[in-house]
């Protein structure tokens, strides 16, 4: 078995990134989230946090076309999350 990526330092990079150098942050978040989120529940956790970076990323720079193919490209993913996990997304 394959142990899934450690993406935590790649993601608190993108959090401090995403005020000062949003295209960076951006295409980390999207590296994340190419990957897919593994089985583990960090690698979870991870997805998740890239996923809501990402779409902080497109809410705050007014990008609600981006914002809704991101949320159309993770609804499979989405749903092999937890059902209460899923509604806070």
Request: net charge positive; charged share 30%; no cysteine.
């Amino acid at each position: 078995m394959v142990p899934a990526p450690d993406n935590s330092k790649p993601i608190e990079e993108a959090q401090k990134l995403a005020k000062t150098d949003t295209p960076k942050a951006e295409a980390i978040y999207k590296d994340i989230l190419t990957k897919g989120p593994g089985s583990g529940e960090a690698a979870l956790r991870d997805y998740e946090v890239a996923l809501m970076g990402l779409g902080e990323i497109y809410r705050d720079a007014k990008r609600p076309s981006e914002l809704a193919d991101l949320v159309r490209t993770s609804r499979s993913v989405l749903s092999s999350f937890a059902k209460a996990k899923t509604a806070k997304l």
